[in-house]
């Protein structure tokens, strides 16, 4: 062995393509993330082989690589079929483990999941991918006699029911989960912060920017309010470092805001997984503005593939106003970010061009963030001078942008926030006036 690995470790990387040259350097960094040692690669320029999606003789050259380097796992940078995993499996020496591509993604998610909406939306997407497996192994059961095909145990016959309650289970234990959440996002709106959700493909810096929007800010925050609020999110470049979503409390000047880091998006990514993991997504569907974050230093074909991907999962849901930041400026020349901006114009109108690592442009972003987020309203109270009225004023300066405050025989107020803490300002208003009314004199 040329390295400490184990032989179950150690992993032979194929990948097959229609055309062009064959790019493994995504699965390879999958692979180092689930904690593999690539061992070897094989890849192979053709259309797809119905029975072994690669060609059988590419089949004969896995096994000979598996052999020689002494590994126990293959892993696709492709999505093998039931089928075609059996088939190639069957080629291979005894133990040695076939994973496609959406397999390891979700290894990957299972070793990241801390939480327990992480952990149901691992599972669910787990079943949801093992159930035309098991539907499958049912037809394939009767001329195969070794154990634990494919990873899915014995046969059983009553395994697809299995999933398939499974799976309902899951549903509506997440759909309590979520109904919890938007409870709490309620109630932070009419606590007076406005949500903004970053989204982007993994390693795009959103965690790092994160950070720098809540610079040097400490999360002082009700734990009942705000439960998931963190003072730390990693920054790593490692893929996946965000499973969850962390929420840290930005630096504004006029607002509120809660910035959220949701998990990163992925490219070739099938429908059912990225409905899986649509409680965590509803953190991007349901906030007030959207940041999408890009990494500018990658070629423009794969800026502009990872953008028609990322509009196609967000719009589909969401109704807030989405802004595209063009991020790590620090590893380009200007003229480039510039010719990129061109380029990408139809796909990121008017982007914000940003560093996080450096903190570069991050006023200029914080400025679009107050003026995308939804129009403040301007109030002003009078109030009369109550026991209680101190209390109210208080309430007004926690929740909203107070502009000036006239302390007289009453109690005038002039201030801007949003309209469900406008609407709640004249409440109090209102019973501090009614109340005065009813006191004798």
Request: no cysteine; aromatic share 4%.
């Amino acid at each position: 062995m040329t390295d400490a690995a184990t032989t179950t470790d150690r992993a032979v990387i194929v990948k097959r393509v229609d055309e062009g040259d064959p790019d493994t350097t995504e699965i390879s960094d999958l692979a180092r993330a689930a904690g593999y040692a690539a061992a070897g690669e094989v890849t192979q320029t053709r259309t797809e082989d119905p029975a072994y999606h690669v060609g059988e003789g590419k089949v004969a050259t896995i096994a000979e690589t598996v052999d020689r380097e002494e590994a126990g796992v293959v892993l696709f940078d492709n999505q093998l079929g039931p089928y075609q995993t059996f088939n190639i499996g069957n080629e291979l020496p005894d133990g040695v483990r076939v994973i496609d591509r959406f397999r390891l993604i979700l290894e990957i998610f299972g070793q990241r999941a801390q939480t327990r909406k992480a952990q149901l939306q691992v599972e669910l997407a787990e079943l949801r991918y093992e159930l035309p497996r098991a539907e499958a192994k049912s037809s394939l059961a009767q001329r195969d006699e070794r154990p634990g095909f494919m990873g899915l145990g014995e046969y059983d016959e009553s395994r697809e029911e299995d999933i398939k309650a499974r799976i309902s289970r899951i549903r509506e234990e997440l759909e309590t989960i979520e109904r919890t959440a938007e409870k709490r996002r309620q109630h932070r709106r009419e606590a007076g912060f406005d949500l903004v959700a970053l989204a982007g493909y993994t390693n795009a810096g959103k965690s790092t920017l994160l950070r720098r929007l809540a610079a040097d800010l400490d999360v002082d925050e009700n734990e009942a309010i705000h439960p998931d609020l963190d003072e730390t999110a990693e920054s790593e470049d490692r893929l996946f470092t965000t499973l969850g979503t962390t929420t840290r409390r930005a630096e504004m000047e006029r607002r509120d805001v809660l910035v959220t880091d949701t998990v990163g998006f992925i490219s070739d990514l099938p429908h059912w997984l990225v409905e899986s993991f649509k409680s965590t997504l509803d953190a991007v569907y349901r906030a007030d503005l959207v940041l999408l974050v890009v990494d500018v230093s990658q070629p423009i074909a794969d800026i502009r593939e990872k953008l028609v991907t990322s509009h196609d999962t967000l719009y589909e849901r969401n109704e807030a106003p989405i802004v595209t930041v063009l991020n790590k400026t620090d590893r380009v020349e200007d003229g480039e970010v510039d010719r990129k901006r061109e380029a990408l114009g139809a796909l990121a109108p008017n982007p914000v061009t940003v560093s996080a690592r450096t903190g570069e442009n991050l006023d200029a972003l914080r400025d679009r963030i107050d003026r995308e987020l939804p129009e403040f309203k301007s109030e002003r109270l009078v109030l009369p001078m109550t026991d209680d009225t101190m209390s109210v004023v208080s309430w007004i300066h926690d929740h909203a942008h107070v502009e000036d405050v006239d302390y007289g025989d009453q109690v005038v107020v002039e201030f801007e926030g949003r309209p469900a803490v406008v609407e709640q300002s004249r409440a109090k208003a209102g019973a501090l006036v009614d109340g005065a009314a009813a006191t004798p004199e």
